[in-house]
């Protein structure tokens, strides 16, 4: 670990971001906008995930986003992949060593409500591990009992909802169910995620505010809608459909994040 650590330090030179943001599929267009960049392939750095996901770059982007120091990740390790809910706990200790305390998570997603249709972006504010896995199992320390009460960081969410405010973007807010994939939902998993209480649904994202969390960071996440949710259209579902969908939510997603985040300097 401390060898990665060494290593993106060596990459970073005099950059010391405090603030990381995970890019979830079709939304690699953010890491376009950091300004002042260096790319660092995550295959430079040991424990940073190799991703087989199309749709997900598999880079670090360190520069600024409207004057703040980030780091920007395109690509994540999902728990589908391999079936370890742990993929990007490496990969956020190193993060965590080069000292950022605050990470902002994005997602495409599913959504639940006909009022909140693809290219809608909805606010994470709770979550549902409907998954059976968990990032921390095998964890042996006491640590490993992670308060989850208020994991969405209400100071950093609410600056997203001025953020959103002041571009004059919608933002949406609701609760997300983390299922594990590949597949997609059947109808019947959707309408037990409505009676739950979920607004969307998605395949990752929840391990990584999990491990997070483990690791004292601050946290905010997002979803971009690229489908209403399993049997709620006549169609089937598809990764196209999430790669297509996702750009457009996206742009959205891209101007809160970056006001947002211009503020955290
Ligand atoms: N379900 C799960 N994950 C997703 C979906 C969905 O409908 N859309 C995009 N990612």
């Known amino acids: 670990m401390q060898q990665s650590i060494d290593i ?20 690699g267009s953010l890491a376009d906008e950091v300004a002042d ?24 982007r360190v520069g600024t986003l409207s004057g703040t120091p980030v780091i920007v990740l395109s690509g994540r390790a999902h728990y589908y992949e391999h079936g370890n809910a742990a993929a990007m706990r490496p990969a956020l200790e190193i993060l965590a060593g080069v000292g950022v305390d605050t990470l902002f998570l994005t997602n495409a997603a599913g959504s639940l409500e006909t009022d909140m249709p693809p290219g809608s972006v909805m606010l994470i504010t709770d979550h549902i591990n409907f998954s059976g896995s968990n990032p921390l199992f095998g964890e042996p320390s006491d640590r490993r009992f992670v308060g989850l009460t208020q994991a969405y960081d209400p100071d950093l969410s609410e600056r997203l909802e001025r953020a959103a405010k002041e571009t004059d973007t919608e933002l949406h807010k609701g609760v997300y169910m ?66 297509d969908m996702a750009p457009l939510g996206g742009k959205r997603l891209a101007s809160i994040l970056k006001t947002a985040i211009g503020g955290l300097g």
Do not use: D
């Open 8 to 27: 993106l330090k060596s990459w970073l030179e005099h950059r010391r971001p405090k603030i990381a943001v995970v890019l979830g599929s079709g939304l």
């Open 37 to 60: 960049a260096i790319s660092i392939p995550y295959s430079e750095i040991p424990g940073f995930p190799i991703s087989g996901v199309t749709g997900h770059s598999g880079e670090l």
């Open 178 to 243: 983390w299922f594990s994939g590949p597949s997609f939902e059947t109808p019947a998993e959707i309408r037990m995620a409505g009676v739950f209480g979920a607004n969307a649904v998605g395949m990752s994202t929840v391990p990584e505010v999990i491990i997070a969390r483990f690791l004292g960071m601050r946290v905010a996440a997002c979803s971009v809608i690229t489908n209403l949710a399993a049997g709620m259209t006549g169609g089937e579902l598809s990764h196209q459909e999430t790669k």
